[in-house]
């Protein structure tokens, strides 16, 4: 049997028929024979009437929806800062990426022909008399007897009017 | 005592028609025609709800505008087998909730009464909705959402409960405390008035 403080427990889901099926049955049977229960019952069913009444649903005013068009309107227009900064950021990102990429293309091709021009080269046949190649290497002219020729060349016998300064090497020979 | 079919009568009543509205909320990111239809359909309710919560005509207009911009910009976030007006009052919930906890100043009584709606106009007087409307202000925001929620919207607790992030149980317990709140202060004001008057 359902006492008072378990009826007056399950009163308010009782009112908004929020009670299992047994729970419902338990709490008619308390109301039944419970002036005080029954009090307490009568006392919420009139304060939900009175809100329901009293309190009636409100409409708002035109200008509430106007207003919030407007708002969506201006965010559609208007392009927001945060989305201007990621655009700027992927084009630099992707003007990078190119550069690079060009960069290193152009890189690759130079070094294809030069591989290219490598395995293209045949080397000279050697030349072994006096005027070597070598002389040639250094750049040198070897008719030229007034500068470096003249000290390396023993049967060296210079031109009329061209003075010869011997350096001495030590006397090693 | 109240007979079952009353009650049953109430419940059906009181829930939401919701599968038209989530087909509109799927449309209404996109299309303005959509999101005004869907707005003419869950307004009343949910402008009430944020009226009763903040009691301030001004601050409630403000308080909807913040609401139906996040529900347009959260549209697509919508679960297809959510409820459309359940989310709704979730986010104008916390957006309220919000901004009850920002504000400091008290209200101004005299723009915390909304004019009543005509035809209503007959049995509501300034005087008792605004006593009624100070008894709602006078619960904590949690006990306040789930009465306007259960007693006043008469909302399934099943759907409070997911409005909330709460449990049935808890909801149950929250709405039985709540009443228990108001009735303490219903009685001390408009308790004799009404029941005297032969209102049950």
Not at chain 1, 75 to 91: K, P, Q, S
Not at chain 1, 96 to 116: H, S
Not at chain 2, 36 to 64: C, N, Q, S, W
Not at chain 2, 79 to 101: K, M, P, V, Y
């Amino acid at each position: 049997m359902m006492t008072c403080q378990d009826a007056l427990e399950r009163l308010s889901a009782y009112l908004d028929g929020e009670t299992s099926p047994s729970d419902r049955l338990d709490v008619d049977a308390h109301l039944q024979r419970c002036d005080g229960c029954r009090r307490e019952l009568d006392i919420l069913l009139s304060i939900d009437a009175d809100f329901r009444r009293n309190l009636p649903a409100v409409e708002p005013p035109p200008e509430v929806f106007a207003q919030v068009i407007q708002e969506l309107g201006r965010g559609r227009g208007h392009v927001a800062w945060w989305r201007l900064g990621w655009a700027a950021a992927g084009m630099t990102a992707m003007l990078l990426v190119g550069t690079i990429g060009y960069r290193q293309y152009d890189r690759y091709r130079d070094e294809q022909a030069i591989v290219k021009q490598i395995d293209q080269y045949k080397p000279p046949e050697r030349v072994s008399n006096v005027f070597s190649t070598a002389r040639y290497k250094q750049n040198e002219n070897p008719f030229d007897y007034g500068r470096s020729t003249a000290r390396q060349n023993p049967f060296h016998v210079p031109p009329a009017g061209v003075q010869v300064q011997v350096v001495s090497n030590g006397g090693g020979r | 005592m109240i007979s079952g079919a009353v009650l049953k009568q109430t419940a059906v009543v009181a829930a939401p028609v919701d599968t038209p509205l989530a087909e509109l909320a799927r449309r209404a990111a996109t299309d303005d025609l959509a999101f005004r239809e869907l707005y003419d359909r869950i307004k009343r309710p949910l402008f009430t709800f944020i009226f009763r919560m903040v009691g301030h005509m001004g601050e409630a207009e403000e308080l909807m505008q913040e609401t139906l911009l996040k529900i347009h910009r959260n549209l697509g976030r919508l679960r297809a087998d959510e409820s459309f007006l359940g989310w709704c009052f979730t986010i104008a919930r916390n957006t309220a909730i919000s901004h009850l906890r920002r504000r400091r100043a008290p209200l101004d009584p005299i723009d915390s009464v909304p004019e009543p709606v005509e035809h209503e106009a007959v049995h509501a007087s300034a005087e008792v909705t605004a006593d009624l409307q100070k008894m709602l202000l006078n619960l904590p925001p949690k006990y306040r959402s789930v009465f306007i929620l259960g007693v006043l919207e008469q909302r399934e607790y099943a759907e409070i409960a997911k409005i909330m992030g709460k449990s049935l149980a808890a909801v149950k317990a929250d709405i039985h405390r709540a009443r228990g709140m108001v009735r303490e202060q219903w009685v001390r004001t408009r308790g004799p008035v009404v029941l005297g008057g032969g209102e049950t």
